[in-house]
């Protein structure tokens, strides 16, 4: 009998990242359009010489799980580093979840959490939102104990949708569900520090935070962190793989977080981006009344809405911008000065065209 591949693996489809072409304005990934200062380039130089490449990488990051702590004010004995924010969502789905339990996320959001779901054959709900794309704490919990749910995972600040809940609201949801809450705060930091639950893991026996660096010019690195109580904590630990954050990355990111005052500088410059984008694009709303629904985001990208979303994804392709596309709508991720004007004038003729 030759070899059979089983029928999930069939169905499965590499990730395709965007073809490499020359000159193409990648406004598609959500990374940081600023590489890190030439300063601390010069830093991360030097640490590399230190390491030992002979040894093991030390599995519970300790030094970068304190840089951490300190960067956001956490307790580092609530954190694990994961190798990408994906490994640990990958970790959540087949540990936390046992075969055919279930798992509630919203649609659209992050992909990825419906993606390990099929692999690890548990149960993927998905609570739709509607046009405004918006989502109560009641729909959340509604949905979580109508089936039964182990846990609820989703971004918030929200990727795709760009929009945001309250800490007030997360934290509603967090204390009426039975099911571990895992809230991925990748994008917070754009929006408002204050809106986090970040901190508020010792209260809570079923909430954990994940964050990561890719967002913040660090997306080369893979790394990612969980924040939760001591006992999640704990279980997290006992079920990772033991290395899985080699050593370079432990010592660049930790370098990184100690630099405070140049992340939040990059972070600030990455909102100022983000809302000239964003008045660009409602100012072409503007003048064409009607031709997609815009959200007030919370993010490093900016998300529209329209029925010929991937008409106006292959006219951007043609003029070699890339961003990203969904059945009906778009995310345009905020770039340097350059390169937001030019997805705005081209957006702009787009409509103009059609
Ligand atoms: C980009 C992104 C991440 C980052 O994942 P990494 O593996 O850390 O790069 C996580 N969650 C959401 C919602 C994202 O958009």
């Known amino acids: 009998m030759p070899y059979q591949i089983n029928e999930k693996l069939k169905k499965l489809e590499a990730y395709t990242p965007v073809d490499e072409a020359e000159g193409i304005i ?39 799980c304190q840089a951490f702590g300190a960067f956001y004010g956490v307790n580092p004995a609530h954190v694990t580093a994961g190798n990408g924010s994906d ?16 798992v509630v996320t919203t649609a659209p959001d992050f992909s990825m959490y419906t993606f390990y779901p099929k692999l690890a054959e548990t149960n993927c709900v998905e609570v739709c939102k509607g046009d405004g ?30 929009l945001g809940l309250t800490k007030e609201q997360v934290l509603q949801v ?14 917070m930091d754009f929006w408002d520090m204050s809106q986090s639950v970040l901190g508020q893991e010792d209260q809570f026996d079923n909430l954990l935070i994940l964050k990561t660096c890719s967002k913040m010019g660090m997306a080369a690195l893979r790394i990612g ?6 006992t999640l904590t704990g279980i997290f630990h006992a079920a990772k793989s033991p290395y899985n954050v080699n050593t370079l990355t432990q010592k660049l990111a930790a ?35 009607g031709a997609f629904q815009l959200y007030q985001s919370c993010t490093n990208f900016v998300t529209i809405r329209f029925p010929r979303a991937s008409a106006c994804y292959d006219f951007l392709m043609e003029k070699k911008i890339s961003v990203r596309c969904f059945p009906d ?3 345009i991720t905020a770039g340097s000065d350059t390169e937001n004007k030019m997805f705005l004038a081209t957006l702009e003729s787009y409509f103009e065209e059609a």
């Open 26 to 64: 990648h406004l598609d990934a959500n990374e940081s359009f600023l590489n890190l200062p030439a300063a601390l380039l010069q830093k991360v130089g030097e640490l590399v010489q230190t390491v030992n490449f002979n040894r093991y990488p030390d599995p519970y990051a300790t030094e970068l």
């Open 174 to 187: 967090v204390s009426n569900v039975n099911a571990l809450v895992v809230v991925d705060e990748a994008y």
């Open 87 to 102: 490994e640990l969502i990958s970790i959540l789905i087949s540990a936390f979840l046992m075969k055919g339990e279930t």
């Open 133 to 162: 794309f918006s989502v109560t704490p009641e729909e959340l919990i509604q949905k979580v104990q109508s089936t039964h749910a182990r846990m609820l995972l989703f971004s918030n600040p929200c990727n795709p949708t760009s």
């Open 225 to 230: 962190f969980a924040v939760a109580n001591k």
């Open 329 to 331: 709508f778009l995310r």
């Open 255 to 289: 370098l990184v977080l100690q630099e405070k005052n140049t992340l939040q500088a990059e972070t600030m410059a990455v909102r100022q981006s983000r809302k000239y984008l964003q008045q660009g694009v409602q100012s072409i709303l503007a003048r064409h009344s």
